[in-house]
């Protein structure tokens, strides 16, 4: 793990998408984080020590899901499928594929395996899978303010973790994708899915990956912007946790109450004319009982619990 010394930031951004607006100061304490995202063979070990099942290996009940279709009941995970050409980029069920038999040890569903991807981050693990291997660990998942305090690496207000040119000097620093999404993938920075968790720079702080690769939980619960007072309180918040669990729900499926967390850092789908988000500021909603190819985690360790 690296330490991460406490302090003072400017978190989100006034310049991109509405959620991650309202710019706020925020004051986190310092906190020892993965120098990585949980890998495979981390991962491993955990299931082995444990013989934890993760969400994606265990079919879903027909209560928890109202209207399901009951040969969609079995377990799974959500896989990104690139179609042929070009699609419309408002419908993501045209990339992503609900895959029977996907899960942490077979990342692309039946007849995959990570044999030769120990070094690669973990992937379909929800929520509840993340927060397991982190008590395991003896560690826990980090807040949207320390996520993005960490990844920032001391550079406060830049547009990416490493500076304001997303590739400085023509050199790729993160693993996004080139090209017309979700179609056509140029590879410029070598890979079409996930990498290796050391095969970009660190930043400021020598932490990998906090840009792009995949995305990563965080402890909070989703609300669609930073609070406003936030941005004109007298105090600078200390350690936000974010807002309650009732106001992460899906206002679009009031019938199905699945409350969201906050997912940071981007992943390698993330491209210029779809999905400009392979910043420090940019956040996303997932739900918790969601599992996908292209989301993970990393944990931390407050000063005050490891001292």
Request: charged residues 25%.
């Amino acid at each position: 793990m690296v330490f991460v010394p406490g302090g003072t930031f400017r978190m989100g951004s006034d310049k991109h998408y509405p959620e991650e607006a309202p710019v706020h100061r925020v004051i986190v304490d310092g906190f020892w984080i993965d120098e990585t995202p949980v890998t495979n063979a981390q991962f491993r070990a955990f299931v082995e020590a444990t013989g934890y099942v993760t969400f994606a290996e265990i079919p879903p009940k027909a209560e928890d899901y109202p209207g399901a279709l009951p040969h969609m009941l079995k377990a799974g995970s959500l896989v990104f499928s690139p179609p042929q050409g070009a699609v419309d980029l408002r419908d993501w069920s045209k990339w992503w594929e609900f895959r029977f038999g996907a899960n942490w040890r077979k990342p692309y569903g039946r007849g995959s395996w990570i044999r030769t991807l120990d070094d690669h981050p973990v992937v379909h693990v929800a929520y509840a899978d993340a927060e397991a291997y982190a008590a395991w660990a003896g560690k826990e998942l980090p807040t949207e303010a320390e996520w993005e305090f960490a990844a920032r690496g001391g550079l406060d207000g830049a547009e990416f973790a490493w500076g304001d040119e997303l590739t400085p000097g023509g050199r790729y620093m993160a693993n996004t994708w080139q090209g017309s999404f979700p179609h056509e993938n140029l590879k410029l920075d070598r890979y079409e899915r996930t990498s290796p968790v050391r095969a970009f720079p660190p930043n400021g702080y020598g932490l990998h990956d906090m840009i792009g690769n995949m995305w990563e939980w965080t402890t909070d619960w989703y609300a669609p912007k930073h609070p406003a007072d936030a941005a004109k309180a007298c105090c600078i918040p200390e350690n936000p946790r974010g807002p309650r669990r009732e106001a992460s729900f899906d206002a679009c499926q009031p019938h199905i109450k699945i409350p969201r967390k906050v997912l940071k850092g981007g992943s390698h789908l993330c491209a210029p004319n779809y999905c400009r988000r392979y910043r420090p500021a940019a956040r996303h909603p997932e739900p918790v009982d969601t599992s996908t190819s292209h989301v993970g985690f990393r944990c931390v360790v407050r000063a005050a619990r490891a001292s």
